[in-house]
């Protein structure tokens, strides 16, 4: 069974702030790793796209993969009252491939 | 910029009855998908669509479902008798080979 794991939250960070968001995987065999944002009552929205080791950086937002901790990880810098969402870590085994989603972080931003 | 669109955006229905449920992808794209997510739970995948015939399905994709793509531009989803535990937010979604997945705006199923 191929699982993507997530802490629930909710995590509360104050605007302006950092926020951490962590997810582990269990299939070694995954090559695609993404994070959406979904808005209560909405469909996932794709934030980032990562496909090899490293950091990944867009705006405000970095995604970070080690493949060999089979560990991924969104920071948000700056963090908005508009960025409280639950942000989903999804993984998928490449090209065409169904994409297996976590539960979601619920992220909260103080103002 | 281009986006999935599904109809109807909230669909009510009673047990036993056949719903169909409708997805126009992004017009280049190839690979379809429907995704289902019951309240308070995660994402999960049903079904991938390519090339006019399914590539894969999950165990939930039972008999009582199906897949079609009738013309060139829609792509449905049917449930032959819905049974309560299929209320849910349905989402599609569409690729192409190199691109990332767009996922429509979802409908959202309420079995009575």
């Known amino acids: 069974q191929k699982e993507v794991e997530q802490n629930s939250g909710p995590l509360s960070v104050p605007e302006g702030a950092i926020a951490s968001l962590n997810c582990t995987y269990s299939?070694?065999?995954?090559?695609?790793f993404f994070w959406y944002r979904q808005y209560s009552g909405k469909s996932p929205e794709l934030i980032m796209s990562?496909?090899?080791?490293g950091d990944k950086e867009d705006g405000r937002f970095t995604a970070q993969l080690n493949k060999a901790s089979q560990y991924v990880s969104l920071l948000i810098r700056d963090s908005q009252p508009s960025d409280s969402a639950t942000y989903l870590c999804?993984?998928?085994?490449?090209?065409?491939?169904?994409?297996?989603f976590g539960t979601g972080t619920k992220l909260q931003v103080i103002p | 910029e281009p986006e999935v669109t599904q109809t109807p955006s909230h669909q009510v229905t009673q047990m036993g009855q056949e719903v169909i449920l409708r997805c126009v992808p992004i017009s280049n794209h190839l690979y379809f998908y429907w995704y289902r997510q019951i309240l308070g739970q995660k994402v999960e995948f049903l079904v991938s669509?390519?090339?006019?015939?399914?590539?894969?399905k999950s165990e939930i994709f039972d008999d009582q479902f199906s897949v079609e793509r009738p013309d060139g531009s829609n792509f449905t989803l049917k449930i032959r008798s819905t049974k309560l535990e299929d209320s849910a937010m349905y989402f599609c979604?569409?690729?192409?080979?190199?691109?990332?997945?767009?996922f429509g705006p979802g409908t959202r199923l309420t079995v009575l």
């Open positions: 990562i496909y090899s080791n």
């Open positions: 299939d070694r065999g995954s090559q695609s």
């Open positions: 979604a569409s690729k192409t080979r190199d691109r990332d997945k767009f």
């Open positions: 669509f390519y090339n006019n015939e399914i590539s894969e």
């Open positions: 999804a993984v998928s085994s490449g090209g065409y491939q169904k994409v297996t």
